[in-house]
């Protein structure tokens, strides 16, 4: 694993990340602590990383909401290479007001308001469709499939929308911000990113370690299979262990609210595949499938069919209205409409 243990690796920069830093230091790849040394202390979790046995000074000035307009251009002048490989131009400088240090691919950094730390995502220039409305729009649907998912909502700066996500691991006090233990679903699974590591890649295995974990095993091990129904029927096949976590603002454990939401529309009508093993029948986004270990996340086999029946009807009936509600326009609606309960869902 590169030399770091997973909950290390957890708070560590990601894709995303990972371009600025190298852009900031004129070069192509840093070693593993490096990064971690190179990002900032805004990053997911509660650890610190820094020279001296002393953690370093907690980061003072975060970026504000009036900020964000000159954040996205910053975005997509790196996501479009228009950012000079010279390090000592202002743009590059600038670079470092990004978070670096959150992970994932899409562009992103931290913003401080009144009501605490977000988490900004910026839409990119080559997307297909709007997605931070659409990302707004499913952690609306997933909430009214009854599912704990992190506060958000939509700025627009300069005709352009913004997702700012509420740090689920951060806490305003009037001492400054508390921090909440956060640890990876990768990490839980003791896996890895490469391909010969996902065999573990598994929410049935997730689940067995959740139990073990989290101070409300059943509950937990519900939302999980909750979880596990609506990414199958909007199509979210990034659900990868990267996209799950568990936090602890105190002593105890508990699933995260859930994130990074997002549909897609691949061709197969038949089969489509999560990231993780979900049954019997392996990866397969599958209603029958998903029932099939019902047992593993506590659920009688007539509980569990019931949570997806309803699941099921609620998407089917409301994934248009909750889009077009949310600010998606008609034309991605379109695109995206063979995202939702697709028929292999039902085979
Ligand atoms: N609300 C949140 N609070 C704290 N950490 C978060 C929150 N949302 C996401 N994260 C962390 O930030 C990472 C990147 O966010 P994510 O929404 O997954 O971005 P991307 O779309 O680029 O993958 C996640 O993998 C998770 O570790
Ligand atoms: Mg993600």
């Given at each position: 694993?590169?030399?770091?243990?997973?909950?290390?690796?957890?708070?560590?920069?990601?894709?995303?990340?990972?371009?600025?830093?190298?852009?900031?230091?004129?070069?192509?790849?840093?070693?593993?602590?490096?990064?971690?040394?190179?990002?900032?202390?805004?990053?997911?979790?509660?650890?610190?990383?820094?020279?001296?046995?002393?953690?370093?000074?907690?980061?003072?000035?975060?970026?504000?909401?009036?900020?964000?307009?000159?954040?996205?251009?910053?975005?997509?002048?790196?996501?479009?290479?228009?950012?000079?490989?010279?390090?000592?131009?202002?743009?590059?400088?600038?670079?470092?007001?990004?978070?670096?240090?959150?992970?994932?691919?899409?562009?992103?950094?931290?913003?401080?308001?009144?009501?605490?730390?977000?988490?900004?995502?910026?839409?990119?220039?080559?997307?297909?469709?709007?997605?931070?409305?659409?990302?707004?729009?499913?952690?609306?649907?997933?909430?009214?499939?009854?599912?704990?998912?992190?506060?958000?909502?939509?700025?627009?700066?300069?005709?352009?929308?913004?997702?700012?996500?509420?740090?689920?691991?951060?806490?305003?006090?009037?001492?400054?911000?508390?921090?909440?233990?956060?640890?990876?679903?990768?990490?839980?699974?003791?896996?890895?990113?490469?391909?010969?590591?996902?065999?573990?890649?598994?929410?049935?295995?997730?689940?067995e370690e959740l139990r073990r974990i989290v101070e409300d095993a059943k509950k937990d091990a519900r939302e999980l299979f909750r979880r596990i129904c609506f990414n199958a029927l909007i199509s979210n096949v990034d659900d990868h262990p990267r996209n799950h976590a568990v936090i602890a603002k105190e002593r105890n454990w508990k699933l995260s609210p859930a994130y990074d939401?997002?549909?897609?529309?691949?061709?197969?009508?038949?089969?489509?595949?999560?990231?993780?093993?979900?049954?019997?029948?392996?990866?397969?986004?599958?209603?029958?499938?998903?029932?099939?270990?019902?047992?593993?996340?506590?659920?009688?086999?007539?509980?569990?069919?019931?949570?997806?029946?309803?699941?099921?009807?609620?998407?089917?009936?409301?994934?248009?209205?909750?889009?077009?509600?949310?600010?998606?326009?008609?034309?991605?609606?379109?695109?995206?409409?063979?995202?939702?309960?697709?028929?292999?869902?039902?085979?």
């Amino acid at each position: 694993m590169n030399g770091l243990f997973g909950a290390l690796r957890d708070a560590g920069p990601d894709h995303w990340g990972r371009r600025v830093i190298e852009k900031h230091a004129g070069r192509a790849q840093l070693g593993e602590l490096d990064y971690l040394l190179e990002s900032p202390d805004d990053r997911a979790g509660a650890l610190g990383f820094g020279h001296n046995n002393m953690p370093p000074a907690p980061q003072r000035k975060f970026n504000k909401t009036v900020d964000l307009e000159k954040l996205q251009a910053l975005a997509d002048a790196l996501v479009i290479d228009e950012i000079p490989n010279d390090p000592h131009t202002q743009q590059v400088q600038d670079l470092m007001l990004l978070s670096t240090s959150m992970g994932g691919a899409r562009p992103k950094t931290v913003l401080q308001d009144g009501d605490g730390l977000w988490i900004a995502k910026f839409n990119r220039p080559d997307d297909r469709w709007n997605n931070t409305r659409v990302e707004h729009a499913m952690l609306r649907l997933a909430h009214e499939c009854g599912i704990t998912t992190a506060e958000n909502r939509i700025e627009t700066v300069g005709g352009k929308d913004v997702l700012l996500v509420k740090r689920f691991d951060r806490y305003k006090t009037a001492k400054g911000y508390m921090r909440a233990r956060m640890v990876s679903a990768l990490t839980i699974l003791r896996a890895d990113e490469a391909p010969e590591a996902r065999q573990n890649w598994s929410y049935v295995i997730l689940v067995e370690e959740l139990r073990r974990i989290v101070e409300d095993a059943k509950k937990d091990a519900r939302e999980l299979f909750r979880r596990i129904c609506f990414n199958a029927l909007i199509s979210n096949v990034d659900d990868h262990p990267r996209n799950h976590a568990v936090i602890a603002k105190e002593r105890n454990w508990k699933l995260s609210p859930a994130y990074d939401l997002t549909p897609s529309v691949p061709v197969s009508l038949e089969r489509r595949d999560l990231a993780l093993d979900c049954g019997d029948m392996g990866r397969y986004a599958n209603a029958k499938n998903i029932l099939s270990q019902h047992a593993r996340f506590l659920l009688d086999k007539d509980e569990a069919q019931k949570i997806i029946n309803n699941m099921k009807a609620q998407v089917e009936t409301t994934w248009y209205e909750t889009l077009r509600s949310s600010g998606v326009s008609e034309k991605d609606s379109r695109i995206l409409r063979g995202a939702f309960v697709y028929p292999g869902f039902s085979l």
